[in-house]
């Protein structure tokens, strides 16, 4: 689980952890790329996950949070230059408006990060208003972003907060996979409606993140 990615000459004005300079994801990519990981679908995670099949050991699904422009502009061309693909859950609109621009990039798909629900409003985990809508009103929201990220592939909480409303209106909205900010690995029998993710951060050296890997 990556987020927002910046350069030298293009600073944000804050930095945290969830910002990592392209010089430290270019390492990155290019370890996973010199290993020779396997990056599965989401239909083959979904099949693994139901005892289905198996996948290679070396196996990992890189995916960014937002949508943020660094990561458009500066972690596409990386993740182009070695080849490896990866997942944008993108958060549709803002302020009730659409805000999705189409980039074009065989090794992208974007995914929903929900409509309009990447808000506070809350009660429960971070205060994401997940918490105080009902099923049909998340089952609303989710088929909207479907509709214009063209994907039900995979979705990812907002806030990472997640309900037993939200988990039916995953099911509901045919969902495959939806992802929470828990940290952990995909296992066999998990619900697919609420999988971990190991979080990468910004100052991480490389071998902290071959250990996270697993390797």
Do not use: W
């Not at 290019?30 to 083959?44: A, G, I, T, V, W």
């Not at 993740?79 to 990866?86: D, T």
């Not at 990060?113 to 809350?122: A, E, L, P």
């Not at 929470?180 to 296992?187: L, M, W």
């Amino acid at each position: 689980m990556y987020h927002y990615v910046y350069t030298p000459d293009d600073l944000p004005k804050t930095i945290n952890t969830n910002y990592i300079l392209d010089s430290k994801l270019e390492e990155q990519l290019k370890y996973l790329k010199e290993q020779d990981f396997y990056f599965p679908s989401y239909q083959e995670l979904s099949a693994y996950i139901k005892g289905e099949i198996d996948l290679p050991k070396k196996s990992v699904i890189l995916t960014f949070d937002d949508g943020q422009k660094g990561f458009l502009k500066y972690g596409i061309p990386l993740l182009e230059k070695y080849q490896i693909p990866a997942t944008s859950f993108i958060i549709v609109s803002q302020n009730g408006k659409e805000k999705v621009k189409k980039y074009a990039s065989e090794y992208i798909t974007f995914q929903s990060h929900s409509y309009d629900m990447h808000k506070g409003g809350g009660n429960i985990g971070h205060g994401g208003i997940i918490s105080a809508l009902n099923m049909e009103q998340i089952k609303e929201d989710l088929l909207k972003a479907q509709n214009i990220v063209e994907n039900t592939e995979a979705f990812a909480y907002p806030y990472g907060d997640v309900t037993v409303q939200g988990q039916q209106a995953i099911q509901e909205a045919e969902i495959l996979c939806a992802f929470t900010t828990e940290y952990g690995k995909v296992k066999k029998g998990q619900d697919p409606t609420k999988l971990p993710r190991v979080r990468v951060l910004g100052e991480s050296s490389l071998q902290s993140y071959i250990a996270s890997l697993g390797m």
